[in-house]
Structure formats: C-alpha cells, structure tokens
C-alpha cells in the first residue's frame, strides 16, 4: 500500500505570497492531518480534516487554512507568507479521526523556504 | 498547553549496544503514547505505540516502558545498528485532544 504523499517537496516564496501545499493520505485513511517542523519550535500540530470538515485546529494564525476534498486528499494554504513560516510541513493520515486509538502515519513533508 | 519533553537532545552510543531514550511528559490526561524516528530529510516514521492501561510493549528490537506514576516514557533499541540513526520523539494524544503533541527529539547517533 501506497504511503502518505506530499507534493512539491520544495518550494520556495517570497514574502506575501501565497502558497497552497498537497496531500494524499494512505488509501482507506479518512483522517489528514497538518503539522510545521521548524529547528526552534519543533513539530506543532496545524489543523485535521475528517471526512471535508475540519476537526480540530492548533494555536496557528487565520492565515493558515486547509480543506480535505471528497477523496480525502488535502491541501493547505498560507497567505501573505512571512519569514518565519519557513519549515517543514508535514502530513500525516489516520484510518479515523486520529485521537487515542488511531496511529498516524506521516508524509516525507514539503520544506517550504521564504525570503 | 502542556507539552512532552526529552532528557537529552543528543545520545551517543556504541554500535552493537542497548539504546534508552527518555521521555517525560506533563500532561496526567495523556492515555496514548508513540515514538517516531525521523531520519534526515524524511518524515517522521511510526515505531511503536502504548496505551495509558498497558507499562510496555515490546516490538522488533524496540521495546517501549511507560511509567505513568511518574509521567515517564522510554524507548528502549536494542544492539543498536547504524540504521537507528536518526531523531526520536515521544508524542501523546488524549482522547478529543487537537493533534499529536511532540517533545523536542533526541538525536542517536551511532558510534563505530
């Protein structure tokens, strides 16, 4: 079976653009969820969709959004981009909502640079 | 909120040796535990997992030991390879709780 896949892998912007990141969860995985990896915070946890609707969201401003489409794949977007959005973002899938019960398996990520 | 931590940001151990990579964590609501290894310029990969009624679960090479008096996890590789290589990290969920929260990883590093 397939893994988690994100696309691009790199991607660089300037400040105030946009940018729009891809997901495509494990088949059978209804659960996507978004995570940022950056050498001083760590991994923190963006939002997570489940079945189209956003189930929980992290300490992120507005300008961090997402949606899930039918086939439970993802994307996310970041408007007006700033320096310190530049990281690793990371993917990850889950059979159901991911809680206590169900493992979540990651992406290789998107390394997004901004200058 | 109430984050995971690690004890040591690098370990350093002899190949062929036992590995033990410590985890503390704050949250007493906590009642699923994971270690992933990430390796350079990957994502992070599931390794094992232990729920808050179980003290360990052993996997292949791995075993995982959760001290919940103490809110203490560990994760234990044995005859450490040059594979293992990589960044660890605890995470923990709640049931309900938003995403995975993460401590700060451990980076092992094999020694010939």
């Known amino acids: 079976k397939a893994g988690v896949t994100q696309t691009p892998r790199y991607l660089i912007k300037t400040r105030g653009q946009q940018v729009t990141l891809s997901c495509s969860p494990i088949?059978?995985?209804?659960?996507v969820s978004w995570y940022q990896q950056t050498p001083g915070q760590g991994l923190q946890f963006l939002f997570e969709?489940?079945?189209?609707?956003?189930?929980n969201k992290g300490n992120f401003p507005g300008r961090f959004s997402g949606r899930q489409f039918s086939n439970s794949r993802s994307e996310m977007n970041v408007s007006t981009l700033e320096l310190g959005d530049s990281a690793l973002y990371l993917c990850?899938?889950?059979?159901?909502?991911?809680?206590?019960?169900?493992?979540?398996?990651f992406g290789p990520g998107t390394r997004l640079t901004v200058l | 909120g109430e984050s995971v931590g690690l004890h040591l940001p690098t370990l350093s151990v002899q190949e062929g040796d036992n590995s033990i990579i410590n985890c503390a964590y704050s949250?007493?609501?906590?009642?699923?535990f994971i270690w992933y290894k990430q390796e350079s310029g990957k994502g992070p990969q599931f390794i094992i997992d232990?729920?808050?009624?179980?003290d360990k679960r052993q996997g292949q090479r791995v075993t995982v030991l959760l001290n919940k008096t103490v809110k203490h996890l560990s994760l234990q590789i044995a005859a450490t390879q040059p594979g293992d290589s990589a960044v660890y990290f605890c995470?923990?969920?709640?049931?309900?709780?938003?995403?995975?929260?993460f401590g700060k990883g451990t980076h092992l590093i094999i020694q010939p």
């Open positions: 990850a899938s889950s059979l159901g909502l991911a809680g206590a019960t169900d493992t979540q398996y």
């Open positions: 088949s059978g995985h209804r659960s």
């Open positions: 232990i729920r808050s009624n179980m």
């Open positions: 969709y489940f079945s189209e609707t956003q189930r």
């Open positions: 949250n007493s609501a906590s009642d699923y």
């Open positions: 995470a923990e969920n709640q049931e309900g709780a938003d995403g995975l929260t």
